[in-house]
């Protein structure tokens, strides 16, 4: 186990080293900081000082790959790629277009996420399990019909309408809850309640049906049968037997998500106002901020990865007959 | 750019045209293909035996009518000096848009509410008396005809009541022919399809009537008719769906099939790429791309001689970089198949005959996989619909000028939040966009069904 840890983690540079890779063309190669210094200091007063001047503040003066003038190992580290790509694997994000420690502010805004986040993913998960097992468990009757018909309404509606009808809704008609914004400390419930209803809201119809297909392909199995015919009542069934082993695709399919929680949501932060990481992402790519989407772009990988190595571990976890190696 | 003249017009053939025209191609050879192979016909007949995949397939219908009008795209002739050469509007028009030239060319100043005769917000007027008052003013086109505003209501049932009886013509036209015509089929659920059909008559006759001489669904912040940018935003959205799909398809089949027939270091390789892909966020990817793209587009304005190319261009690749980031799902699926597919006795008795592996790949690897990617393109198309609003809304959508649903709820949030509130741009786009994606969900559900053994089997049993 231990052993097939580490490998994990081994095979997990070469990755992160393709992500790195990959942001480094997108960000440096296809768009030089050249472009990027006309963007940002806008089309009318670009002269070529400025834009020297704009790269020299943010170290965008150096070579791309390979620096010819500098002294040995110096040719290799005072280039772009070294100073800006490399760094990130130390988790040295550098700073943002106004100026600030980007390591810090993800510090202060991963609690705000991981706020909104966490309930919408517990609740979430449990909603949706108790919808999907009750539609299994009147499976074929009126109720499971129409179950499945507004599991498959409720996918076809962009979580945008969620987002913007619950705000008019609640904030707007019923006065119930403050449009947007955010406090410190439990007067963050009052901000937080509706974005995390509306985030529960609108992944019931997607997971409520693949959970219920689970159930189902669980139900029609010959150790449910047996179950069955030594007497036991059919809710002991489906809760002892069906939903046990039905849990196990289920968890290995939600862990993924767990390390990602973090990054927060970047359609809710925004629209509720809430100071968290996906409003600071969606925020960067407004203004064009290239530092900050890059280290939000490498942060989401290594938690992409990171979410692998848990689903990998929690299949021995739920799933005894699995043995890593 | 292909440009051919007729005189009066000139036909443009835009990039995402010539593809949607493409796919219609492939479309065409395809059910013709498949027509002639029973095999591959059968599971197409289950589809069509189900009824919400008729009723969802005759909504499709619907939609993808209005995109491929508002996909022949043309510029008509200024009225120029004789014996001059014609010259061109800059403006790209779609056949579509002449269809509804009522609805294009009659822009209000600004907000109005559905069927108003009246502007949404009191603006300043002067009396012919030379005083100035501040009042809500009469529309220039929405209810221009009523000469007493009195005659509103009268107005407006009768133009419902002879949109409804065009409606009721027509489905009664649809009828007799599917009674007539439908016996050779009895096997296939008509009434179903009827019913769509019936409900889609009954909306757009009543619609299309009261059109030509109010907003249907009012008029939005510049004063065009939301109701035609609705329809506009049709194109959109199917062309996103496709197209993408056009892109990841070849991508995805050709490694996906690859990474599991030949494993190895092509497999490592393979799975390396997409993990690497995988694990960027995607939202985060796509949005890195198109802001590169933005600069590139930016950086060489003489690629574009027209403002309808450049949107054009960007909604193209929007696509692509949908299509090169969303096609791993779909190769895993793929690869992990093929690796059982390869096992089996057939394929092992094809390489003891020395059958070259691209003889392979092509004759018995592809043809049993097709099913998977049958169902992976549908399945995907709703998926893409709704990414597009979101991206829009991110600001990393299609380009602002082009009409989409992103971008009109976009400009819904801030209408939401004005006082009085504009509802209707929202409340048009969710209707259409959850017409065509809910269609979108049951097509796909019934496709799954028809095509997927696992299905089939527990259907038997």
């Given at each position: 186990m231990f052993a097939y840890i580490v490998r994990r983690v081994l095979y997990a540079v070469p990755i992160l080293i393709g992500v790195n890779l990959i942001t480094f063309a997108l960000f440096f190669v296809v768009n030089t900081p050249d472009d990027m210094a006309r963007m940002q200091l806008g089309a009318r007063r670009v002269t070529p000082e400025a834009v020297e001047k704009w790269k020299e503040e943010r170290g965008y003066?150096?070579?791309?790959?390979?620096?010819?003038?500098?002294q040995g190992l110096q040719k290799a580290t005072q280039t772009i790629f070294f100073q800006k790509s490399v760094r990130l694997f130390v988790l040295d994000f550098g700073y943002s277009e106004d100026k600030r420690d980007i390591a810090t502010e993800i510090r202060t805004r991963m609690w705000p996420s991981l706020s909104l986040a966490i309930p919408v993913f517990l609740v979430g998960l449990a909603v949706c399990i108790s919808f999907a097992l009750l539609m299994a468990f009147f499976r074929a009757t009126y109720l499971d019909v129409w179950g499945v018909v507004a599991c498959v309404a409720m996918m076809s509606i962009s979580t945008l309408f969620y987002i913007i009808g619950g705000q008019f809704i609640a904030s707007k008609l019923w006065h119930l809850v403050p449009i947007s914004g955010y406090a410190g400390g439990l007067d963050a419930a009052r901000f937080l309640i509706l974005p995390v209803l509306i985030g529960i809201v609108s992944g019931i119809g997607a997971s409520s049906r693949w959970y219920r297909t689970l159930f189902l392909e669980e139900i029609n199995r010959d150790y449910v049968r047996t179950a069955r015919a030594k007497g036991l009542a059919e809710s002991v069934v489906m809760f002892r037997h069906v939903l046990r082993n039905a849990l196990i695709p289920i968890l290995t399919g939600v862990v993924v998500v767990i390390p990602l929680l973090f990054l927060g949501s970047l359609l809710s932060e925004s629209f509720f106002g809430i100071p968290g990481l996906g409003s600071y992402t969606i925020d960067a790519i407004a203004a064009q901020d290239f530092a900050v989407v890059r280290s939000m772009v490498f942060i989401g990988s290594v938690l992409y990865i990171v979410g692998l190595i848990l689903t990998d571990i929690s299949y021995t976890a739920v799933d005894p007959r699995i043995r890593l190696s | 750019m292909p440009v051919f003249s007729t005189g009066s017009f000139v036909w443009i053939v835009l990039a995402t045209d010539l593809l949607v025209w493409l796919l219609v191609a492939i479309v065409a050879g395809y059910t013709l293909y498949c027509r002639r192979h029973p095999h591959l016909a059968a599971p197409w007949a289950r589809v069509f035996r189900s009824p919400p995949g008729m009723a969802s397939l005759v909504v499709l219908v619907a939609y993808v009518g209005i995109g491929l009008l508002d996909s022949a795209h043309l510029r008509l002739a200024l009225p120029g000096k004789e014996g001059s050469a014609t010259a061109y509007s800059t403006e790209v028009l779609s056949v579509l848009d002449l269809g509804l030239s009522g609805l294009r060319g009659r822009g209000e100043k600004t907000y109005s509410a559905p069927l108003a005769t009246r502007s949404y917000a009191k603006e300043l007027m002067e009396l012919p008396g030379g005083k100035q008052v501040r009042d809500f003013a009469r529309l220039r086109y929405g209810g221009a005809h009523l000469k007493d505003e009195g005659e509103w209501g009268a107005d407006v049932a009768g133009r419902v009541l002879k949109g409804l009886c065009f409606s009721l013509v027509a489905f009664l036209l649809c009828f007799v022919l599917v009674k007539l015509l439908g016996k050779a089929k009895p096997q296939i659920p008509w009434n179903s399809a009827l019913g769509a059909l019936g409900v889609l008559l009954l909306l757009a006759g009543p619609a299309f009537a009261l059109s030509s001489g109010y907003h249907v669904l009012g008029t939005d912040k510049v004063g065009q008719d939301v109701f035609y940018s609705a329809l506009k935003s049709i194109r959109t959205s199917l062309v996103i769906g496709t197209i993408t799909t056009l892109v990841l398809l070849p991508v995805g089949v050709a490694l996906g099939i690859m990474a599991g027939y030949f494993r190895g270091w092509v497999d490592d390789v393979i799975q390396y790429v997409y993990t690497t892909l995988n694990s960027i966020p995607g939202v985060l990817l796509i949005a890195a791309s198109v802001l590169m793209l933005q600069v590139v587009i930016e950086r060489h304005p003489e690629w574009f001689s027209l403002a309808a190319q450049r949107s054009d261009f960007r909604l193209l690749v929007l696509c692509a970089i949908l299509g090169l980031t969303s096609w791993t799902g779909l190769a895993r699926l793929l690869r992990g198949e093929t690796l059982k597919l390869s096992q089996l006795e057939y394929i092992q008795a094809a390489h003891a005959f020395g059958v070259r592996d691209t003889r392979v790949l092509s004759r018995h690897i592809l043809p049993n996989v097709s099913h998977i990617v049958i169902i992976a393109v549908v399945m995907d198309f709703s998926g893409f619909v709704l990414a597009e609003a979101v991206l829009s809304y991110v600001g990393v959508g299609v380009d602002p000028s082009t009409n989409s649903f992103g971008v009109m709820i976009n400009a819904a949030r801030l209408e939401m939040s004005?006082?009085?509130?504009?509802w209707w741009t929202l409340a048009t786009a969710f209707t259409f966009m959850f017409a065509l994606v809910l269609a979108a969900n049951l097509f796909a559900d019934a496709v799954r069904d028809g095509f997927d053994p696992r299905v089939r089997m527990q259907v038997a049993t």
């Open positions: 003066n150096l070579p791309l790959l390979w620096n010819d003038k500098a | 004005r006082e009085p509130i504009v």
